[in-house]
């Protein structure tokens, strides 16, 4: 294994350390969107926390550190669609704040749109 730095992420071992945690967090995103649409419903459990993964998986690819992974981009797209085509569909129900709803909208798709350029970015360096 090789150390490159003095750094807590210069090294062989947690490049892969990395790997597994970001690896984790695409495979419970995507197990989720390919779930029943329902759990991805603003006010069940991943309408919270698919949102929250993709926000650390952001964070971490931010840091270029070697081994944080990301979805290819078609797959980050087809994230983003499914989410907010749910998202869209039942919010309403939700009656939230006129306010609320349009910051929140604008927040998801921030979120969403991060994880696709990171995903790109990643893309063309391969």
């Known amino acids: 294994m090789g150390t490159w730095g ?4 210069d090294s062989d071992t947690a490049a892969d350390h990395l790997s597994g945690i970001t690896g984790r967090l695409v495979s ?3 197990e989720a969107m390919a779930g029943d649409p329902v759990g ?16 650390l ?7 270029n550190h070697v081994g944080a992974s990301v ?21 309403d129900g939700l009656e939230p704040e006129p306010e609320y709803k349009q910051d929140r909208r604008a927040e ?13 970015q990643a893309h063309t360096a391969r």
């Open 6 to 9: 003095s750094g807590n992420f």
């Open 28 to 30: 419970e995103i995507g």
């Open 40 to 55: 991805l419903e603003p006010d069940e459990y991943d309408g919270v926390a698919v949102p929250c993964n993709v926000e």
């Open 57 to 63: 998986l952001c964070l971490m690819a931010e840091q």
């Open 71 to 91: 979805p290819e981009p078609v797959v980050a797209e087809g994230w983003k669609k499914t989410f907010m085509d749910v998202w869209e569909r039942t919010i």
């Open 108 to 120: 998801l798709i921030r979120t969403f749109d991060r994880l696709i350029v990171l995903a790109e």
